[in-house]
């Protein structure tokens, strides 16, 4: 079993910068990838990024060159670096870690991110 807890979440400014953490423990060694997903009122669940084990990173293209996604391995920590922030970037931010077999995703609780114009 693995579990997620985020953090990091608050409203800002439009322009500003927010960083979201991610504390993974339980059996992380079974963990493939983790990332970030997002999640606007009314809307369905998107993809923002994604770190493999190997150190791939993936972005969604509205986020690229404003979201960094990295990690800490000695902390067990991913985290998403949010600058530049845009009233639309306002959502539920969640992380999640796939297992290494593919069978299944963990998830966290989620953040809320609020951006004012």
């Known amino acids: 079993q693995v579990q997620l807890v985020e953090s990091g979440g608050g409203s800002v400014q439009a322009g500003g910068s927010l960083r979201l953490s991610c504390a993974v423990s339980?059996?992380?060694?079974?963990?493939?990838?983790m990332g970030w997903y997002r999640q606007a009122p009314g809307k369905r669940r998107e993809f923002v990024a994604l770190i493999i084990s190997g150190g791939n990173i993936n972005y969604a293209d509205s986020v690229k060159g404003r979201l960094t996604i990295s990690r800490d391995i000695a902390k067990n920590t991913v985290y998403l670096q949010m600058n530049s922030l845009k009233p639309e970037d306002q959502a539920v931010y969640s992380c999640n870690a796939d297992r290494v077999d593919g069978l299944k995703t963990y998830w966290g609780q989620g953040t809320q991110v609020t951006v004012s114009s």
């Open positions: 339980g059996s992380i060694h079974n963990i493939n990838a």
